[in-house]
């Protein structure tokens, strides 16, 4: 588990993001090909949000990246939701189904 701060300026101002946890995973999937998906959960403005980005060769595609804003303001549900996701290895293209059935 990592954890970082990074601050990001904005031309209105400046907005604190702290990324919380950090859970990588590794996963055999087509033609025996080892696929490592990064997930992140990120508190802003007093909300949890997640991203998920799968690590490729083509980190350009759009089915590579995804970022849920304010999932959820319990931290606890939070990372809950963050060790479901990461223990499922689901890919950045279905994060947000899974967390609208998740927080259903």
């Given at each position: 588990?990592?954890?970082?701060?990074?601050?990001?300026?904005y031309?209105?101002?400046?907005?604190?993001?702290?990324m919380?946890?950090?859970?990588?995973?590794?996963?055999?999937?087509?033609?025996?090909?080892?696929?490592?998906?990064?997930?992140?959960?990120?508190f802003?403005?007093?909300?949890?949000?997640?991203?998920?980005?799968?690590?490729?060769?083509?980190?350009?595609?759009?089915?590579?990246?995804?970022?849920?804003?304010?999932?959820?303001?319990?931290?606890?549900?939070?990372?809950?939701?963050?060790?479901?996701?990461?223990?499922?290895?689901?890919?950045?293209?279905?994060?947000?189904?899974?967390?609208?059935?998740?927080?259903?």
């Amino acid at each position: 588990m990592k954890f970082c701060f990074t601050l990001t300026k904005y031309d209105k101002g400046v907005s604190f993001l702290h990324m919380m946890q950090s859970i990588t995973t590794k996963t055999i999937c087509d033609r025996n090909k080892e696929v490592e998906i990064i997930y992140n959960l990120v508190f802003q403005n007093a909300l949890y949000s997640l991203e998920c980005i799968r690590v490729s060769e083509n980190n350009n595609e759009l089915n590579n990246y995804c970022f849920i804003e304010n999932i959820t303001e319990d931290e606890t549900e939070a990372e809950n939701c963050l060790q479901t996701v990461a223990k499922g290895k689901v890919f950045p293209v279905h994060i947000k189904d899974v967390i609208e059935d998740y927080f259903k």
